[in-house]
């Protein structure tokens, strides 16, 4: 089927937001980005972006130079609508879903028979179902799929969740495969002609309930498997064992694959994701659960390990290496390497150095100091590599002979 949508509207320029609207104003669709945050959308509309990712900075400029791309603050009229705002946990380890019931509110005013609505955001199984009912109660005048076998529907609604790691993102979008889940069959294959402007993967169809699991079973089983690993590392420490050696060790069996250990698990999926599904199931999800905990003990580990060097020490400087979730990229959400600095920041006595290559210039940690890479090697009595960045990697090993050095993610192997 030949893409009917020419205007589409993407609520959400964040990680996800941003490259998605970039990669379909670049196939000459005519995208309206809409974001509550004004610096954002001042921005993207000046041709700049807010997120370090490979080719995005790029392309942005090239489609808002072209008057492809446009960001304002609030939804426009429309053939398409995305949905790619943020889906917390509350405090309680439950779904947070206030940003999509209000991005759904705030497209009700412009929606017309025959537009589409797609879900992005990582959603508990059922979302697209209350979706089409808010929808309902907001659009009295529209129908909306019944069923699967419905076709008399006004509007077609979707939920495609995106697959994709931060500094790969526009290389992914594209080129991954695509989970199509319909609130009807006419749904997922109204949505799939959407993605079909852009992505060069496989868009494979199924209902939406079965979609929203696939996304939280995808990260559910990555943390399960990261949570093998730290587990590992901590059982090794208390063994006298390097946990770097005994998994390269494991992994030459021919059916091992055992990750690396980090300090602990951060992202806006696999640090959260899992909770949905303990939410759903909480009777079920024992293991989900139990590899959350580990997970989460892990940085806990990392920050008591940290202090058992650093004890009796006075006056010392600690630099601490690195504060996004993962190497190379600039993203700080749920990083527990950011928790872990936060944490010492709170020590008293205690001078704490961060270096973190790839945060914006005007970053602020309250109560560390952002430092150079050369600065911390001058100044700093203990190191603690908390993220595996390139840069870390360069380092020789002569310039850290005068300083303890705490390598939880084998940057220096």
Known sequence: MKSPYKNICVIGLGYIGLPTSACLASRGVNVHGVDVNKNIVNRINAGDVHIVEEGLDELVKTVVKQGKLEAGTSPVEADAFIITVPTPINEDKTPCMDYVWAAVRSIASVLKKGDLVILESTSPVHTT????????????????????????????????????????????????????????????????????????????????????MAKLTENAYRDVNIAFANELSMICKDSGIDPWELISLANRHPRVNILQPSPGVGGHCIALDPWFIVDQAPARAL???????????????????????????????????????????????????????????????????????????????????????????????????????????????????AVTVMDFVNALQ
């Open 129 to 212: 179902t209350r979706m089409l009912s808010l929808l309902q109660e907001l659009c009295p005048e529209l129908t909306f799929a019944k069923d699967w076998e419905d076709s008399t529907q006004d509007v077609y609604v979707a939920y495609c969740p995106e697959r994709v790691i931060p500094g790969r993102t526009m290389y992914e979008l594209v080129n991954n495969d695509r989970v199509v889940g319909g609130a009807s069959q006419a749904c997922a294959a109204r949505a799939k002609s959407l993605y079909g402007i852009f992505v060069e993967g496989e868009c494979i169809v199924t209902n939406a309930k079965t979609a929203e």
């Open 287 to 401: 293991l989900i659960r139990t590899a959350r905990q580990v997970n989460i003990e892990k940085e806990n580990f990392v920050f008591e390990e940290i202090l058992g060097v650093l004890a009796g020490r006075i006056n010392c400087t600690i630099a601490v290496w690195g504060l996004a979730y993962k190497p190379n990229i600039d993203d700080l959400r749920e990083s527990p390497a950011l928790s872990i600095a936060r944490r010492l920041v709170a020590q008293k006595g205690l001078r704490v150095l961060v270096v973190e290559p790839n945060a914006e210039s005007d970053f602020v940690m309250e109560g560390g100091e952002m430092v150079s890479l050369e600065l911390s090697l001058e100044q700093a009595d203990v190191i603690a590599i908390l993220v595996g960045h390139d840069q870390f990697k360069q380092v020789s090993s002569d310039r850290l002979e």
